[in-house]
């Protein structure tokens, strides 16, 4: 069972319950949030309530494709990993050109107990399916990071699971580690969606496929696949040091890091296309827009 919001002008957005078989049912919550606070109040968890409601409600004539969908939730904050998968390891070391010899920055925390964690995103930076992420003005290197997302509650519970586009500027991350805020953060360099699979529903986060496919000029120019069983560090381990002294307020999306990385050769370009898929989840698409001019 997948959560979506879209648009329904002139009207409020929609919160959604997505079946396995793509039928849509509309729900009586404004957001994902009151959804699990409403099961949770009954004693019950959102699936159960979720099935008590769709027994008594007609889907939409309208696909699932038709719809004009939103970010599924609007994440007061989205933290991110970095370094949780080998080859995120391996990429930071060849932007930072860092030898086999000496053991890098990036060598240290893919080994350490405790693991790299910095903030992404707020919900006024974020974009959701359909919504161009940008690139950034000073920078002359960027890739998107395809990864799975955690929602969570402000206790760390993992409440669903999410796709995200940690889009980053590799040269300027490479230039000097301390730079790491300006090669993450900026207009439109955040993206999550289509939907929240509940969390309930699936046995085993570390069997989610994750792909990757960009085009240019209609014409694919580069795609990769990974699992997420190819993670290092535990989903939980990553959400307790996310929470260690730190508030987070529910709804709160943590990326977990990138499995996926394009050629050391390979920028994006104003025009492409990203399309970032999660099994389970759906696939989250972004076009690519050149800088905003400054105002």
């Not at 396995?20 to 109040?41: C, G, I, M, S």
């Not at 997302?149 to 796709?163: H, M, P």
């Not at 900026?186 to 699936?202: F, K, M, N, Q």
Request: proline share 8%; with cysteine.
């Amino acid at each position: 069972m997948r959560i979506i919001r879209f648009l329904n002008d002139p009207h409020p957005p929609v919160l959604a319950a997505v079946t396995d078989d793509r039928r849509v049912y509309p729900l009586p919550y404004t957001d994902f949030l009151k959804l699990v606070r409403t099961a949770e109040r009954r004693g019950e968890t959102p699936l159960m309530l979720l099935r008590q409601v769709l027994s008594s409600s007609e889907p939409l004539r309208r696909s699932y494709e038709e719809l004009a969908l939103l970010v599924p939730i609007e994440a007061p904050e989205v933290w991110a990993c970095g370094v949780t998968y080998e080859r995120s390891r391996d990429a930071r070391n060849a932007e930072s050109g860092g030898g086999e010899v000496e053991k890098t920055c990036y060598d240290k925390v893919y080994e350490a107990e405790r693991p790299e964690i910095f903030l992404k995103s707020t919900a006024a930076r974020t974009v959701g399916p359909h919504q161009p992420v940008y690139l950034r003005s000073d920078s002359s290197w960027q890739v998107p990071e395809p990864e799975l997302g955690l929602v969570l509650d402000r206790n760390g519970r993992i409440l669903g699971y999410t796709a995200g586009n940690d889009m980053s500027s590799r040269d300027i991350e490479g230039e000097n580690p301390l730079y790491l805020p300006q090669a993450k953060i900026w207009r439109h360099s955040c993206s999550i969606g289509p939907s929240i699979r509940l969390a309930e529903t699936v046995e085993d986060p570390y069997r989610f496929e994750i792909s990757c496919r960009i085009y240019r000029g209609g014409r694919k120019v580069f795609e990769e696949s990974a699992s997420t069983g190819r993670m290092k560090r535990k989903m939980e381990e990553l959400v307790s040091f996310l929470i260690r002294d730190n508030p987070i307020f529910d709804g709160t999306v943590l990326l977990t890091g990138t499995c996926i990385v394009p050629p050391d050769d390979f920028t994006l370009q104003e025009g492409d296309r990203i399309e970032i898929g999660i099994s389970g989840i759906g696939t989250l698409i972004n076009s690519v827009k050149a800088p905003v001019p400054q105002v």
